[in-house]
């Protein structure tokens, strides 16, 4: 069974950082595309980074590149999220998810339906 656990959550002010990390077991780490998703109540879950395992090959959402930065330690199965000069349109719910990287190939890296794990999430809130 996979478990999805993401931590690294909190309250910042505009221009502040956060780092999310996910940790991962009971999923062959290479042969999944992992992502990370944010919601808001309301609204469609979206997808703003994703990397496939095995090939490193990183996708970001053209909101969030050159402010956050995705990266993988293989050795710890371990998934983060570094996050740059936040913003208040930044804030919401942050989720982890793992997908098969036949899935995602289909639906592309940054969508939803590619994936078939998801962690519970951690709040994200930026104040101006």
């Known amino acids: 069974q996979v478990h999805l656990v993401e931590s690294g959550g909190g309250s910042v002010h505009t221009g502040g950082s956060l780092r999310l990390s996910c940790v991962a077991s009971?999923?062959?780490?290479?042969?999944?595309?992992m992502g990370w998703f944010r919601q808001t109540p309301g609204k469609e879950r979206v997808g703003i980074a994703a990397?496939?395992?095995?090939?490193?090959?990183?996708n970001y959402a053209d909101s969030v590149k050159g402010r956050f930065t995705l990266s993988q330690d293989n050795a710890r199965n371990t998934l983060y999220l570094q996050m740059n000069n936040l913003e208040p349109e930044d804030t919401a719910m942050y989720y982890c998810?793992?997908?098969?990287?036949?899935?995602?190939?289909?639906?592309?890296?940054?969508?939803?339906?590619?994936?078939?794990?998801w962690g519970q999430g951690t709040q994200v809130t930026v104040s101006s």
């Open positions: 990397i496939y395992s095995s090939g490193g090959s990183i």
């Open positions: 009971g999923l062959t780490w290479s042969s999944n595309c």
């Open positions: 998810a793992a997908g098969p990287t036949t899935a995602s190939l289909i639906t592309g890296p940054l969508r939803p339906a590619g994936y078939s794990d």
